[in-house]
């Protein structure tokens, strides 16, 4: 069972900028893609961005297109959220996931962060 942790987050206003990071014990990590969700109150959880294992291809929503950028160190099996210019409706619990399957499956991500608040003020 691979173990997910995350770090980062907090509380930020408006335009203001935070680093999410997460980390994936065992081997495997290189092999993973990896991928950031987040979930508002109230609203269902939502895909944020995603990293391919070896070419590293990012994958991101509109929303957070030109703002977050996703990427990855193998060697420390970790993987980063840069987030940019944020905005109120950022506000989330953040969460990172892995999977051997295609990025976009994500209902096959079985390895999952605790979770991490992010905070927008106006």
């Known amino acids: 069972q691979e173990q997910v942790v995350q770090s980062g987050g907090g509380l930020v206003q408006a335009g203001g900028s935070l680093r999410l990071s997460c980390e994936v014990s065992g081997r495997t990590f290189p092999r993973y893609s990896m991928a950031w969700f987040r979930q508002a109150p109230g609203k269902e959880r939502e895909f944020v961005a995603a990293?391919?294992?070896?070419?590293?291809?990012?994958y991101y929503i509109d929303p957070v297109k030109g703002r977050f950028t996703i990427s990855r160190d193998n060697d420390k099996c970790t993987v980063f959220l840069q987030m940019n210019s944020l905005k109120p409706e950022d506000t989330a619990v953040y969460y990172c996931a892995a999977t051997l399957s295609d990025y976009y499956k994500i209902n096959e991500y079985p390895y999952w962060g605790q979770g991490t608040q992010v905070t927008v003020s106006s």
């Open positions: 990293i391919t294992p070896n070419n590293a291809r990012t």
